[in-house]
């Protein structure tokens, strides 16, 4: 499990130090396939049907399905790379190890519960994965890098959900992955429709809908 | 209770088959019965005294009885002045009159099918009892409401709708993280995230985790609530929706995130920590009225007004259930009357726009005697959701009011009592500028499916303001005792 661990923690290094978009897909895609494997690896041999349901659903959806979504939007747009994030790539990295430091600190002084499963490494990197996601989230330009940021940080609550229960009902952990594939597949669309109206996938230039703007202009003119 | 899984798959199997409809005219009958048949359903449901279970997961308690119904009554008035909308929508491209770029609607299947299936993600939003299978539904409405939203497929809508989709979805996200932390937080078996289950070892969870899974999920519904700071993307989403959409989103859908904190405060409140959670309620409840009262003061746009005083009154939620005792009370009555007032007020936004073709409140004079019913509504309206006498909204607004003062809350009623009078000032200047005065455009009739339903819900507002049936308030008693920390 630890291995597991480990490998997210250098997954989202490499997300936070690249600039291409389609390795930011492969990385976000070998996270999913992580995360698939990790709840065979929790369950300690005891395999049981909701256990391979969970697993192989998580590898098709995370690891398969969304990341071939994302690089045909790729594909299809003009855009290769993330150009000239809020923080360069460089200064992200090192935020990034900031941020690995914080996931150390607050698993650290998580309150021990007597008869549960022991709060370990795993809490720790999946705790990282959602502060990456969500620093992402706030300094990256390109609308497909925000949703995959969403991916990434809903890897990492995926992971505090496998680290602190596997017995938690699997109904419902299905139910989580089809609300977060559902999501993504429509961002995904919505993509296509930013890309052809922007002509640009960048989020800071959507700013028509704006209270906070110099001054205030009136749009709406559509009917009803 | 047989009647609460026909409640959730109903609307969700009419959702799905209004895709595959192809006649324009069944669809819209489909939509209006089945929104007919859910509020009998769910008035046949919520009736008898004792809660009805379904298992452990599903079930119908006081406090879900009231939204239950609220819900349903809404989509019904939105579902008759819905049909009338998407019949007046042009099928070919129109253009947008502010940039000139030709747009076209989505496709009148995809609208439908997508509210159908809003309903029913509602449906069982509310009507679960596992707490991790409600943020799986609340998490589903915001994917059947994104593509409503996006209805005009211009850049504005656009633009809503994926803040709309992103925001949501993280906030969401990190109310999840809560949830997981609820589960570490209970010591004795059975360990699942049931009702039942944590309100029966309430005195046993581990404050620390509790707490902790509080504010996470505090945070992330409260996005979803649009509380302050949280709420940037709900003025966008609500204006740019299709009015009947915006009247659902208001009403509807804000009351089920603010249900989801509820609950959690109801877990709180047993395990004795009801305070805890409160003082943060009532910061945030403060934060979103003020923040609201200041945009409410400056704003061209009457959408986006109306928009603001939703961020408002969930605030007023906020802190009227942050402060406990009556003010539980006092929430649950203004969460029916808000939901029912800013229902009523979006459809009349929508016939003004339909009849005026701009969103500038300033560009907008006579509406009395261009549209006389709507002209009149929007004065009902406003002074209905600005808490005047005698509509319903101000016994709920002056029974909070009471409340604070009771206990002694001096600089809770100050503020509350200032920013109310703030968002009164902001919108009485826009509302009459435009409700009064002269126009150059002609005096027009207004369908039936344009007012039926605005005209209907300002009598019930009105008529809550002067009477309380019995039942409902029997409801309202029961749901404020469950929040203070009535165990069942």
């Not at chain 1, 930013?194 to 996938?201: A, G, K, P, Q, V």
């Not at chain 2, 915001?142 to 709708?161: C, D, F, G, K």
């Not at chain 2, 005698?390 to 709920?396: A, D, E, L, Q």
């Amino acid at each position: 499990m630890d291995i597991i661990s480990v490998l997210l923690i250098l997954s989202c290094l490499l997300l936070l130090g690249s600039s291409r978009l389609n390795v930011a897909i492969r990385v976000v895609a070998a996270q999913g396939i992580l995360l698939g494997i990790l709840p065979l690896d929790r369950s300690m041999g005891e395999f049981t049907a909701g256990i391979w349901v969970l697993s192989i659903s998580t590898l098709i959806s995370k690891g398969i399905l969304l990341p071939w979504l994302m690089s045909i939007c790729v594909r299809n747009s003009e855009i290769r790379r993330e150009i000239e994030p809020f923080i360069g790539f460089g200064s992200s990295l090192l935020c990034g190890i900031g941020l690995l430091a914080l996931a150390v600190w607050v698993t650290v002084r998580m309150p021990a519960v007597p008869g549960k499963l022991p709060v370990g490494f795993l809490m720790t990197s999946s705790f990282f994965l959602v502060f990456v996601g969500l620093f992402l989230m706030v300094t990256r330009r390109k609308a497909l890098t925000q949703s995959l940021a969403y991916l990434v940080m809903e890897n990492g609550v995926y992971g505090v959900g496998v680290g602190m229960s596997l017995d938690f009902p699997f109904v419902v952990e299905l139910g989580i992955l089809l609300d977060v594939f559902v999501g993504v597949f429509l961002m995904g669309n919505l993509l296509f429709h930013l890309d052809r109206e922007f002509e640009h996938m960048d989020v800071d230039k959507l700013t028509e809908l704006s209270d906070v703007s110099e001054s205030p202009t009136i749009d709406g003119e559509q009917i009803a | 209770m047989t009647l609460l899984l026909p409640i959730i798959l109903l609307p969700a199997a009419a959702g799905v088959a209004s895709f595959l409809i192809r006649s324009h005219r069944f669809r819209r009958v489909v939509w209006v019965a089945t929104a007919a048949t859910h509020l009998a359903m769910s008035i046949a449901a919520a009736m008898p005294p004792e809660a009805a279970t379904l298992g452990n997961w599903i079930g119908l308690d006081c406090l879900s009885a009231v939204f239950l119904v609220l819900t349903s009554l809404l989509f019904l008035g939105a579902s008759i002045y819905g049909i009338g909308y998407v019949a007046r929508e042009p099928v070919a491209p129109q253009p947008d009159l502010e940039d000139g770029s030709l747009f076209r609607n989505e496709p009148e299947s995809v609208f439908t099918g997508g509210i159908l299936l809003l309903l029913a993600t509602m449906s069982l939003a509310i009507l679960s009892r596992h707490l991790a299978l409600q943020w799986v539904a609340i998490e589903a409405t915001t994917l059947a409401s994104a593509p409503l939203i996006y209805y005009h497929q211009n850049r504005r809508s656009l633009e809503a709708a994926w803040k709309y989709l992103i925001l949501c979805s993280v906030g969401i996200a990190v109310a999840l993280l809560g949830i997981f932390f609820l589960l570490m937080a209970m010591q004795e078996e059975p360990r699942d995230l049931t009702l039942t289950a944590l309100l029966g070892q309430a005195a046993a969870l581990d404050h620390k985790w509790l707490s902790t899974a509080f504010i996470f999920m505090l945070v992330g519904y409260g996005t979803k609530m649009g509380l302050a700071p949280l709420h940037s993307w709900l003025p966008d989403a609500h204006s740019e929706a299709p009015s009947p959409v915006s009247a659902l989103l208001s009403g509807a859908l804000l009351n089920c995130a603010f249900l989801g904190i509820l609950r959690v405060q109801q877990v709180c409140a047993a395990a004795g920590m009801a305070a805890f959670g409160g003082d943060l309620l009532i910061l945030f409840g403060l934060l979103s009225m003020g923040l609201a009262g200041v945009f409410i003061l400056r704003q061209a746009d009457y959408k986006r007004m109306l928009a603001y005083s939703s961020v408002e009154h969930m605030g007023i939620l906020a802190v009227a259930v942050g402060m406990g005792g009556l003010g539980l009370f006092g929430a649950m009555l203004h969460a029916v009357n808000h939901s029912i007032v800013k229902a009523m007020l979006f459809f009349t936004a929508g016939n003004i726009l339909s009849r005026f073709h701009t969103k500038d409140a300033a560009k907008i004079q006579g509406v009395c005697s261009v549209l006389p019913i709507s002209g009149a509504l929007w004065i009902a309206g406003f002074l209905a959701i600005t808490g005047s006498p005698p509509f319903g909204t101000f016994i709920s607004e002056f029974t909070i009011l009471r409340a604070s003062v009771e206990q002694g809350r001096w600089i809770v009623a100050g503020l509350y009592s200032l920013f109310l009078l703030v968002v009164f000032v902001g919108m009485s200047v826009i509302v009459l500028r435009m409700a009064l005065g002269q126009s150059q455009a002609a005096r027009q009739r207004e369908s039936w499916t344009a007012v039926l339903s605005p005209v209907t819900f300002t009598l019930l507002a009105l008529l809550l303001g002067v009477y309380l049936p019995a039942p409902l308030a029997d409801k309202l008693h029961g749901a404020a005792g469950l929040l203070g920390g009535l165990a069942k």
